[in-house]
């Protein structure tokens, strides 16, 4: 017994000799999270100072982008191709989430130089990349004269790359896209509308034509890519074609778009239906009793695709395409097209014609989450879709035009509830049915 409890004694002078050692950590980690609660609340009295003189750090926020700018802008020249593609993301970024009028209008010229080069010069991402700067240069220059010669002066090069079979499809992908987009931004002559509408017929048309048959489902994806992006460009263009051109292309490509319906690829399926419905708004505008010949069996083609249930096709190309076909099935009989409301800001737009539709999907595949933005500030964007001058708001509109989190929490849980209900019933009906 006496050994058993100097062995207990033992351990318990172990097990404290233990505790003290392990003492000094738990102190430094007490100390650790002491300095890291002090440098918090440095962090939070650096952000009241920050606020205190809020101007002075909006300058210095726009000088510091200003100089990351223009070391992209150095960059794109550099010898190096990696160097190159890196500052043309940069500059992809920065070109679609802010509004940089001032900034590039004296260094638009610059700038212009070094993107043609890149697309000369450059291989398929490079070219790619470039392009899509070039759009977006284009966008935040806008429809006077900086954007019109913008547009000028690379819009040889860019039909050059898009009608050249050998150069890279990613290449001429980008390329349909952003001629498309600066001859909607900033074309001014009737004649670089109709030789850029031709040359995007060109490339979508070998797709559609009459003797190719069913060869468009055997082309490669980056190929039908290409007839999509040529084909949403064209559809862009025909929103500011004067009637007289509507009538022209009613005649040539009315007929031929419907074999497009055919095609092995869901996105180019969905771009023919779009166009069509497009073009039947545009003729329904010039007149109230336009008439299509081939009206019911286009109808039986939509509907089929509406309702398509194949198994063959993947399950979220079927939902897309029975979703877009219903909306253009119904416009075709109806005349009744459906509804979007897009929310920016304290603002909000109606997208309730293809061709509004049309202009829109254009801006946001340009600019990404950055559209929003635009939506608010981009004078160009606002007159085309009829919002009027930006808004100026304080910083207490702002504030009030929040919605508080309890608010969030109370909405969203009603409309689980109503949803949830919705669904019961429904499965209700089911088990009636069954």
């Given at each position: 017994m006496p050994r058993s409890r100097r062995g207990d004694r033992a351990r318990r002078r172990a097990c404290n000799h233990a505790k003290m050692e392990s003492q000094p950590s738990d102190d430094e980690a007490a100390s650790e999270v002491l300095s890291h609660y002090s440098s918090a609340s440095e962090n939070a009295s650096v952000a009241e100072e920050i606020t205190g003189s809020e101007a002075v750090d909006e300058q210095a926020q726009q000088e510091e982008v200003e100089d990351k700018l223009k070391e992209c802008i150095d960059n794109v020249m550099d010898k190096s191709a990696k160097t190159r593609q890196v500052a043309l993301e940069s500059l992809r970024l920065a070109f679609s989430s802010k509004t940089l009028f001032d900034f590039l209008l004296e260094r638009?010229?610059?700038?212009?130089?070094?993107?043609?080069?890149?697309?000369?010069?450059?291989?398929?991402?490079?070219?790619?990349?470039?392009?899509?700067?070039?759009?977006?240069?284009?966008?935040?220059?806008?429809?006077?004269?900086?954007?019109?010669?913008?547009?000028r002066s690379l819009k040889p090069l860019l039909i050059t790359i898009l009608t050249d079979t050998s150069a890279s499809l990613i290449a001429r992908q980008s390329c349909a896209t952003a001629l498309g987009m600066c001859c909607y931004i900033a074309a001014a002559d009737m004649e670089d509308l109709v030789s850029c509408l031709a040359c995007l017929e060109g490339i979508f048309?070998?797709?559609?034509?009459?003797?190719?048959?069913?060869?468009?489902s055997h082309h490669s994806p980056l190929l039908h890519n290409l007839y999509c992006n040529a084909l949403q460009s064209w559809s862009l263009l025909l929103t500011i074609c004067?009637?007289?051109?509507?009538?022209?292309?009613l005649d040539n490509q009315l007929p031929k778009l419907p074999l497009l319906l055919s095609s092995d690829n869901v996105n180019l399926r969905i771009v023919a239906g779009e166009s069509i419905a497009l073009l039947f708004e545009l003729a329904r505008d010039m007149e109230d009793d336009f008439f299509y010949e081939d009206t019911d069996l286009l109808c039986t083609k939509?509907?089929?695709?509406?309702?398509?249930?194949?198994?063959?096709?993947?399950?979220?190309?079927?939902?897309?395409?029975?979703?877009?076909?219903?909306?253009?099935?119904?416009?075709?009989?109806n005349g009744e097209c459906h509804e979007e409301t897009i929310k920016f800001g304290l603002e909000c737009m109606y997208v309730d014609t293809w061709a509004r539709r049309r202009t829109y999907n254009?801006?946001?595949?340009?600019?990404?989450?950055?559209?929003?933005?635009?939506?608010?500030?981009?004078?160009?964007?606002?007159?085309?879709?009829?919002?009027g001058p930006p808004l100026v708001l304080d910083a207490a509109a702002i504030k009030a035009s929040k919605i508080?989190?309890?608010e969030k929490h109370l909405y969203n849980s009603a409309a689980f509830k109503a949803r949830t209900k919705a669904r019961s019933r429904v499965r209700d009906k089911r088990a009636d049915v069954l």
């Open positions: 638009r010229l610059t700038l212009v130089d070094s993107l043609e080069k890149c697309l000369k010069k450059g291989k398929g991402e490079e070219q790619s990349l470039a392009a899509t700067v070039l759009t977006l240069l284009c966008l935040q220059m806008g429809s006077g004269a900086e954007g019109e010669e913008v547009f048309g070998a797709s559609c034509s009459k003797d190719a048959g069913v060869v468009p004067p009637s007289t051109q509507i009538q022209k292309i939509l509907k089929a695709l509406a309702t398509d249930s194949n198994k063959y096709r993947a399950k979220t190309d079927r939902r897309k395409q029975r979703s877009i076909f219903r909306d253009v099935l119904h416009f075709i009989e254009a801006f946001k595949e340009a600019l990404g989450s950055g559209v929003r933005h635009h939506l608010q500030n981009n004078e160009l964007l606002r007159e085309i879709f009829e919002l508080s989190r309890f």
